[in-house]
């Protein structure tokens, strides 16, 4: 069975009410959902916030009211669970700043950017990928490459977010590792190579 038919049965069975099976077809998004929380908070407050708690308030959120999501493809339930993340974050920024009151125009600006985000981390799949994908085809290329990263060493996975997502050269990619130049790009090279092998196994 593939990928694409267990996430349909998940879907199916936590429509019906299934809890174990709604925590399962979450956490598989909760890699793409960092990744994208990690850039807007960058973006946003400087980073300084923790991803992985605006990820479980979405998670729990999203669990709250699955039963009005009415979509019936990964495409739209990670639409909507960005939307939920973006009002998440939004009251993140808001706190940050001490700002109390809802800001429609900040919700809609963090909307745009989690879309152009995952619409990057699409564009970053194209570049890694050494051959066209039918596993691609039928799953979102941003949930796969979000995965795929997840389970990379550290080092590896940052140096890629950084240099393909955040888009900083080496030389600002060795200044916030603390590394060398020359060591920041074997990482990158080693990185890439890495992700390219795991998609050349999953096709």
């Known amino acids: 069975m593939n990928e694409v038919n267990d996430l349909e049965i998940l879907l199916t069975r936590a429509r019906g009410g299934d809890d174990g099976a709604l925590g399962q077809l979450l956490e598989q998004y909760r890699p793409y959902l960092m990744l994208l929380a990690r850039l807007q908070i960058g973006r946003h407050i400087q980073g300084k916030a923790d991803g992985a708690d605006v990820v479980q308030e979405t998670f729990l959120e999203a669990a709250r009211h699955f039963s009005q999501f009415r979509g019936g493809t990964e495409a739209e339930l ?20 001490g700002t109390q009151a809802r800001d429609v125009r900040l919700e809609r600006t963090l909307e745009n950017d989690l879309d152009q985000s995952s619409r990057a981390i699409d564009r970053s799949l194209v570049a890694v990928q050494s051959s066209p994908s039918q596993r691609a085809s039928n799953r979102e290329q941003a949930v796969l490459l979000s995965n795929a990263l997840n389970d990379l060493p550290e080092d ?5 977010v950084l240099r393909h997502l955040e888009g900083l050269t080496f030389p ?13 790009e074997k990482l990158w090279l080693r990185g890439l190579t890495s992700l390219r092998r795991s998609f050349g196994q999953n096709e």
Do not use: P
């Open 78 to 97: 990670t639409a909507w669970l960005r939307q939920i993340l973006s009002t998440r974050l939004s009251h993140l920024v808001r706190h940050y700043f």
């Open 156 to 160: 590896y996975r940052e140096v890629l």
């Open 172 to 184: 600002q990619i060795a200044e916030r590792m603390g590394r060398t130049v020359d060591s920041v």
